[in-house]
């Protein structure tokens, strides 16, 4: 069975409190703050609760007839009422400004640096300032406030990277936002978090955050033509992928007959780190057996078993993994 092909140990996954972002900073410490006054409340009421009964217990010595009766109290009832409207009002305008500060409104003349788009189950990113088109591995400068869109290309999906905080529904037909300032480099590790159909536990998100230099260096790569070679071997592989049905749903800049956008685009597929959305390792043996029968990794995933024989599926995966 499928094997999650993630580097678990070396990445930032489980807890939203290694905190990468600043929207995730702000949300976090609203989340301490609204914990606090919880605490408070919590202690304050059990602590009331336990002198009252301790204090109004029956007495040894009681004699059984009926207690003072009062009826109504003005005064305690305007304390009761305003002290937690009071407490109710301070986090209202807590949580309002800190949704004003971690998703301000976007202007119509912003183009967003990353589009976002979830796929049944995979991620596409765009990036429209630059051309550049990838699947599954984000990749994202630190210290830069980055305007995302989150769009769908079939059913609700929720776009999350744990350390970065905040989860944006992808809804098919209508576009969201979402600012991420990463203030960490380093691996960090998301998921789909919207139930999206049998493969929603393998939608894994990979986002790499790196120095602005080597942002500039991977979106030039990007932009660049995959490196060539000569191999006889990549050449057959080519040829393959051109003739099998591959070119309906992929493309691969420079490649006239791969021009499809159903599927990951596939330029750069040798600079990634998994397959099929973090499901298998990406090499070439993994890419050979995933090309035959993607169902045996990923059951229901749109690609098709392709049968291929043996030696065609190694041909294509030499080919693709020459892609750099
Ligand atoms: Cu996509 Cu859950």
């Given at each position: 069975m499928a094997i999650v092909a993630m580097d678990i140990k070396n990445a930032d996954f489980t807890s939203i409190f290694n905190i990468a972002s600043l929207q995730n900073k702000l949300l976090v410490d609203l989340h301490w703050f609204t914990l606090a006054v919880c605490l408070m409340i919590g202690l304050v009421v059990t602590g009331l609760m336990i002198a009252i009964i301790a204090k109004f217990?029956?007495?040894?010595?009681?004699?059984g007839s009926e207690p003072r009766q009062t009826r109504g109290n003005i005064r305690l009832e305007i304390i009761w009422t305003a002290i937690p409207l009071f407490i109710v009002i301070v986090l209202g305008i807590m949580t309002a400004y800190v949704m004003i500060i971690v998703n301000p409104a976007v202007g119509t003349k912003r183009k967003p640096d990353v589009i976002v788009v979830g796929h049944q189950w995979w991620w596409e990113y765009q990036y429209p300032n630059y051309g550049v088109t990838t699947a599954n591995e984000l990749y994202l400068p630190v210290g830069k406030n980055a305007l995302f869109e989150v769009r769908s290309a079939d059913v609700v999906h929720s776009f999350w990277v744990v350390a970065f905080g905040q989860k944006m529904d992808a809804i098919p037909g209508h576009p969201t936002n979402m600012w991420i300032h990463p203030t960490k480099k380093g691996l960090f590790l998301g998921t789909c978090s919207e139930y999206c159909g049998a493969q929603h536990g393998l939608m894994r998100i990979i986002a790499n955050v790196v120095s602005p230099e080597d942002f500039d260096t991977w979106i030039k790569a990007q932009n660049a033509m995959p490196e060539s070679s000569n191999d006889p071997a990549v050449a057959k592989g080519k040829q393959l992928f051109n003739s099998e049905t591959c070119v309906q749903c992929h493309q691969i800049a420079g490649d006239p007959a791969a021009k499809a956008h159903i599927g990951p685009d596939l330029t750069h597929i040798a600079q990634r780190k998994t397959l099929g959305a973090g499901v298998l390792e990406n090499n070439t043996a993994n890419l050979a057996k995933w090309m035959q029968n993607p169902q045996q990794f990923k059951p229901g995933v749109n690609m098709p078993n392709m049968r291929l024989t043996d030696e065609n599926a190694h041909d294509i995966a030499v080919y693709l993994e020459s892609l750099k």
């Open positions: 217990r029956t007495a040894e010595n009681d004699d």
